[in-house]
Structure formats: structure tokens, C-alpha cells
């Protein structure tokens, strides 16, 4: 398994210096300044203590979580790119029950409800696409992403209707009582446990594909479910479902996790496109759970950084997309990805 | 107007980008290709339309939308095509990288350069007497050039698909790839023409969007109607025809928060807004019947 490890750290070596080559052309012909762009774009992800805890690593948390909900679901060849709508599903159904708790538990336990209620809906969002997959035969790559846009208008409604707060003058609902929100690790950042819960997901998820007997089965349907089923006699079906609906669980808990320790309360545009950048995550991970560790951080970095370029600079906010999107194509075109996305999917 | 009329009206014109671009995915789709990167190719149309209407009007907006839908779409073939990339996650990289650069083109190009990014719009075209039929007269029969067009296209379409040897070729390599290569055909070239084609109608459902009805560029313009004509051409049973009477009643849906307007409903508008996309999810899972699927589709090219 060595010259597989050191090959895939080769490849992501070359996607980023490929990378970074195409970000400069991409500012440079949009006309801006190349160096005081790029100083911005350090200077808003690691030029400071505050720019790497308190921006780069909020962002990376969500970015991270939704590469792991990608990833996942990847590896059972589950083409689930609903990220994002399984992240709003997640922020609404923690804002939903939070706001009913109110402060009525204690912290812990208030917490975990809310937190355990996005996760739930998240689930409940991907098991749409999930039965449709199973009962319909219906392409979760299209029904993921309509459930996408049917989930940010569901925000939409809620914060205008039933979840807007009472003077019914801005299109949000009241703050999350303090104690439904996450701890921060320190008392000068804005970072939350919830990074912490994402960096122990990401090893619980490792932990599962590389040791246990689910994981096995989990990747043996991922790598070719017509071989699972006759060679193994794997429940191909049964573990696809659970894949999607783990995938569904993890990015609700993402959205749980971003209300809860960041934004603490529901806005429509919650998600700054979290979910397809995720895609991106995962696959410069090689959706390796560990490695989204990293590629998380990049992203985060890149975002956060990007945040600051266009606020220091003028480099459009839409940079970090093209990047993402140039990545995964990079990828592409010098690996072409092999057998573990979607050939599995039958 | 009658509050119908309007509503037939709104119908036509919210279908015709949709029709366009699910004519387009119909060949991809019967070349065995699925192309989720239509999104991409309709939003650079769209922005194509807005920078060539700068150089020549409407006639430059249509051929500057046409160009940069087959420029989209031609690096989704050199990857589908030329590097056997999988196709999904191919088409979502290109969806990406088209609302990105689009958005960032336009933030430097229009926003940030002061010029304001409006362009005319076609005049409406209207017979004299299918005119003043009621309802479907006006809805129909008073439109732009560009949803003219589609009567003559979608019948040709048909034509070309079932009475000729290119159109025989090209399901040929849908179904049964290994099959049509023995007998002479190259699947790499039928899929790449095929998928150039799909960005050709792709960028004119941009055109449409920017010159016959907004008059305008709006980041991310497209909203989806890329992955919504993928389940038009589902819903349509890939066939030309019936894919564009899939397209009007997807138009429909997507009318029906203006007919909800204007009779008053009292029902959220984001209902409205979300059914063209519960509809998608209805029509997919109703098309199940997989006969009717081209054999090959999505299926990683081999040879």
C-alpha cells in the first residue's frame, strides 16, 4: 500500500500547484493586482492567529463534516451531492426544535437535542432521495440537488413564516437561547467544539471503513456492487440506503453544528455554497476521511482567505468556486478518479 | 389579459429555455452521455449573449451565447469523451466552473468596469389570425423569435433522429456502443458532436433567458433549469415531442406562482417556487420504466 500513499501525495501536490498556477491567471484576468491579492488572501487565512482559528478553522469545520458526508457516500458509490440541502435540512430542523427549548434544559442536554435534531433532519432530507433511489430507480445525482433547491426555499418559508422573529421586520428567527449554543475553545476565538467533534468523526470514520466488518462491506459495494452481490452476497441494497442515509445524517450535523457554534440562529443563504465545495473536499481527499482532515483546512483557508480578498483587493467572491471547480477537474483529468465513484452504482 | 390568458402566456415563455436545453440533452442522452454540466453551458450562454449583443445586437448575442455554450461543452467532451472521465462528477465540476466564472467575468467585466449589463430584448412575432384565438392564441402564437424557433426545431429533431442515418448512428451508440463501433461507427466522435450540440442548445436556452426575457445578466440566472431539463427529457420519454410538452408543463408549473398572484392564493410563494423541482422528482419517479432509457446511458465509454 506504500507507493499508492506516496502516489496519491504526488498527486494532490501537483492538483494544488496546478491550482495555484490557475488561481493567479484567474486574478490576474479579472485585472486585479497579483501580489496584493494573494497578500490578502494569506493575510485573511494564516496570517494571524485570529485569521487561522477564528476564520480558516470555522470555515474548514462545516467544509470538512460535509467532505466526510461526501466521501461517505462516495465510497459506497452513492453519488449523493444533496450536501447542501441536507445542510439546510440539519440548520432547520436545530433551529426548529431549539427555539422550542428554548432555555429550558440544561446546556449539555438542550445541546445534544438540537444538535441531535439536525442531525435527524438531515437524514429525513437524504432518505427522500434515498427511497426514491431504492424504490424508483431515480438518479440521486438529480434528486439530491432538486431536494438542494426545494431545501433552500424550505428556509426561505421559515424564517419569513412560522420561525421569523416576532416583529416581523427582518427575515430571521430570534437568536438560539446561549444555552443551546456550542462552547468556544478559548475565550478570545470564535472556534467551537464543533471542530473538535469534526476532527473526531473524521477518525471514527477511518476507524470504521479500515477496521470493521461494515466498512468492508461498505467499500466492497463501492468498488463494484454487481461483484458485492454475487461474490460476497452483500446486501448491496441495504448498505446503499444506509450509506445515503449516514451521508444525510452527517451533513444535517453540519448544519446543526454551524447554527448552533456559529451563526446561532437561521438566515436564508446560510450556507455559502458549503455543500458543493465539499464534492471538492472529498475528492482532492481521495475521500479518505483523514485526508478531508487536510483538504478541509485548505478550503477553509481558501474561503476565508478569498472573504478577504475581495474585501482587500476586489477579487470577486466567486474565486473560491472557480478554484473548487478547477480542482476537481485537475483531479480528473491526471487520475480520472478510478473505480471508487460511481461505477459501483448500478 | 385574462388572468388564463396570462398564465398560458407566462407558461410558453418560462418553457422555451427549458425546451432548448432539453432538446440539447435529449441527443447527448441518446448518445449514452448524461450531462450534468448543462447548467454550466446555460449560464455561459447566458453571459455569452450579454457580451456579444455588446458587438452586434441581438444577432451577436445569439451567436456569442451559441459559441460559449459549445466552448463549455467542448471541455466537458474533452474529459468525457477524450479522457473517459466519469461523467457525473465531470458535469458537476463544469456546472461549478460555469456560475463561478460567469459570476466573476461579469463582477469584472460589467460591475466593476461601471457598465451596466443590459441588452434589448427580440420583438414579439404574432400571427394575425392564430393571434386572436382565446387563451392559447396570444400564448403561443405572439412569442419571440427564439420560441418560434422551437416549432421548426423540435419537428426536425424528430426527423433527424428516426429518418436518418446520422440520427440511426447516434442512438446506435446510446444503446449498444460495442454494437455500433462493428459496424463502422466511431462512439468517441457521434458522442462528441452529440455533446457539442447539447452546448449549441444549451447557450440559445441562455440567449433566451438574456434576450427575450430578461434583457439582462444576472449571476447564476440559470437557477437550475440545466438539471431541471434533465428530468424534462426524462419526463418526455426521449422523444423531440415529447420532451417539449414536457417543457411547456414544467413552463406551467413554474407559471403557476403568477396565475397564484394574480387570483390571489394565499399559499406561501416558495410552494410555488419548489414545484418545478417536486414535479422533477414526480417525473423521475414515474419514468421508471427503463425500456424506454437509452441503454448505454451514463455507462463510462470502454473502447
Not at chain 1, 57 to 67: E, K, M, N, Q, Y
Not at chain 1, 105 to 115: A, D, E, G, K, Q
Not at chain 1, 225 to 235: E, I, K, L, N, W
Not at chain 2, 61 to 79: D, E, P, Y
Amino acid at each position: 500500500m506504500r507507493p499508492r500513499a506516496t502516489h496519491d501525495i504526488v498527486l494532490a501536490s501537483a492538483v494544488l500547484v496546478a491550482i495555484t498556477g490557475l488561481a493567479l491567471g484567474v486574478i490576474a484576468i479579472g485585472g486585479h493586482p497579483v501580489l496584493p491579492a494573494l497578500a490578502a488572501l494569506l493575510r485573511g487565512s494564516f496570517g494571524s492567529p485570529f485569521a487561522f482559528f477564528s476564520a480558516t478553522l470555522v470555515r474548514a469545520t462545516p467544509l470538512i463534516l460535509l467532505g466526510l458526508a461526501v466521501g461517505l457516500a462516495f465510497r459506497a458509490g452513492v453519488l449523493n451531492i444533496g450536501g447542501e440541502g441536507q445542510f439546510h435540512a440539519g440548520a432547520c430542523a436545530a433551529v426548529t426544535v431549539g427555539l422550542a427549548l428554548g432555555g429550558s434544559l440544561p446546556r449539555p442536554l438542550s445541546i445534544l437535542v438540537t444538535v441531535a435534531a439536525g442531525t435527524a433532519g438531515g437524514a429525513l432530507w437524504a432518505g427522500i432521495a434515498a427511497i426514491l433511489k431504492r424504490s424508483f430507480g431515480v438518479l440521486e445525482v438529480i434528486s439530491t440537488l432538486m431536494l438542494n433547491f426545494v431545501a433552500a426555499l424550505a428556509v426561505s418559508f421559515l424564517v419569513r413564516g412560522p420561525l421569523q422573529e416576532p416583529t416581523h421586520v427582518y427575515p430571521y428567527p430570534p437568536a438560539l437561547n446561549p444555552s443551546l449554543q456550542l462552547p468556544t475553545l478559548a475565550a478570545d476565538t470564535r472556534l467551537h467544539i464543533g471542530f473538535l467533534a469534526a476532527l473526531g468523526l473524521a477518525f471514527g470514520l477511518w476507524w470504521v471503513l479500515r477496521t470493521t466488518a461494515r466498512g468492508f462491506r461498505l467499500r466492497v459495494v463501492g468498488a463494484g456492487a454487481a461483484a458485492a452481490r454475487s461474490a460476497g452476497r452483500v446486501d448491496v441494497t441495504g448498505v446503499v440506503t444506509a450509506a445515503f442515509l449516514a451521508s444525510g445524517a452527517i451533513a444535517g450535523f453540519a448544519g446543526a453544528v454551524e447554527v448552533t457554534g456559529v451563526t446561532h440562529r437561521l438566515f436564508e443563504g446560510i450556507s455559502p455554497g458549503y455543500g458543493y465545495s465539499a464534492i471538492a473536499v472529498a475528492l482532492l481527499a481521495r475521500l479518505h476521511p483523514l485526508a478531508i482532515i487536510g483538504t478541509g483546512i485548505f478550503f477553509g483557508a481558501l474561503e476565508a482567505g478569498g472573504a478577504a480578498m475581495q474585501r482587500d483587493a476586489g477579487v470577486p467572491a466567486q474565486f473560491a468556486l472557480i478554484v473548487e471547480a478547477l480542482v476537481v477537474l485537475c483531479v480528473l483529468a491526471i487520475d480520472r478518479l478510478g473505480p471508487r465513484t460511481s461505477e459501483g452504482t448500478q | 389579459m385574462s388572468a388564463l390568458g396570462a398564465f398560458a402566456e407566462s407558461s410558453v415563455r418560462m418553457a422555451t429555455p427549458l425546451a432548448y436545453a432539453a432538446l440539447g440533452e435529449l441527443v447527448v442522452e441518446r448518445a449514452g452521455i448524461i450531462n450534468i454540466g448543462l447548467e454550466g453551458m446555460i449560464i455561459a450562454g447566458a453571459f455569452g449573449a450579454l457580451a456579444g449583443t455588446g458587438f452586434a445586437g441581438v444577432a451577436g448575442g445569439l451567436a456569442g451565447a451559441a459559441m460559449s455554450g459549445v466552448l463549455v461543452a467542448g471541455l466537458f467532451a474533452i474529459f468525457v469523451v477524450g479522457l473517459r472521465s466519469d461523467q457525473i462528477i465531470t458535469g458537476t465540476a463544469i456546472s461549478l466552473l460555469g456560475l463561478g466564472l460567469t459570476g466573476a467575468l461579469y463582477q469584472a467585466m460589467y460591475v466593476d468596469a461601471g457598465v451596466i449589463g443590459r441588452t434589448t430584448t427580440m420583438g414579439v412575432w404574432s400571427l394575425p389570425l392564430l393571434r386572436s384565438i382565446p387563451i392559447l392564441g396570444p400564448a403561443f402564437f405572439a412569442q419571440p423569435a427564439l420560441t418560434w424557433a422551437l416549432y421548426a426545431i423540435a419537428p426536425a429533431l424528430g426527423w433527424w433522429l428516426y429518418r436518418t442515418p446520422a440520427g440511426l448512428a447516434l442512438r446506435a451508440v446510446g444503446e449498444r456502443p460495442a454494437a455500433a463501433a462493428a459496424a463502422g461507427i466511431s462512439p468517441s466522435r457521434v458522442r462528441t458532436f452529440a455533446i457539442l450540440f447539447g452546448g449549441l442548445m444549451g447557450g440559445l436556452s441562455g440567449a433566451t433567458l438574456v434576450l427575450a426575457q430578461v434583457g439582462g445578466f444576472a449571476e447564476g440566472m440559470s437557477a437550475g433549469r440545466g438539471f431541471i431539463a434533465i428530468a424534462v427529457v426524462a419526463l418526455g420519454r426521449w422523444t423531440p415531442l415529447g420532451v417539449w410538452l414536457a417543457a411547456l408543463l414544467f413552463g406551467a408549473a413554474s407559471a403557476l406562482q403568477f396565475l397564484a398572484q394574480a387570483m390571489g392564493w394565499s399559499v406561501p410563494y416558495q410552494v410555488w417556487l419548489s414545484t418545478p423541482y417536486v414535479l422533477t422528482l414526480l417525473a423521475l419517479a414515474g419514468a421508471r420504466r427503463r425500456s424506454v432509457a437509452p441503454a448505454a446511458l451514463g455507462a463510462r465509454a470502454t473502447e
